[in-house]
Nanobody, 116 residues
């Protein structure tokens, strides 16, 4: 089992920045990729960014050039630096971990609200 705890959400004005953090615990040795998804009201959950253990981040087109995902393996933590935030970035952001055997785990979610 893997447990994920997110932090760093909040309210920010358009054009501002936030950094989300997600700490993994439990069977961390089994984790391959870690990433972030988001879900806005009335919409499906969507990929924001993911980062496999070997590198090669993948981003949604809507956040390319604005968001950066990174991992600190020593701290079992994945980060999402979000710059130039837009009102359409408003959503609940979920941390995601995928094991080598492809089981997935989710955090509880953290709210990000961008005001215009």
């Amino acid at each position: 089992q893997v447990q994920l705890v997110e932090s760093g959400g909040g309210l920010v004005q358009a054009g501002g920045s936030l950094r989300l953090s997600c700490v993994a615990s439990g069977h961390i040795f089994s984790i391959n990729a870690m990433g972030w998804y988001r879900q806005a009201p009335g919409k499906q959950r969507e990929l924001v960014a993911t980062l496999p253990s070997g590198g090669g981040a993948v981003y949604a087109d809507s956040v390319k050039g604005r968001f950066t995902i990174s991992r600190d393996n020593a701290k079992n933590t994945v980060y999402l630096q979000m710059n130039s935030l837009k009102p359409e970035d408003t959503a609940v952001y979920y941390c995601n971990a995928v094991e080598w055997r492809l089981d997935q785990y989710w955090g509880q979610g953290t709210q990000v609200t961008v005001s215009s």
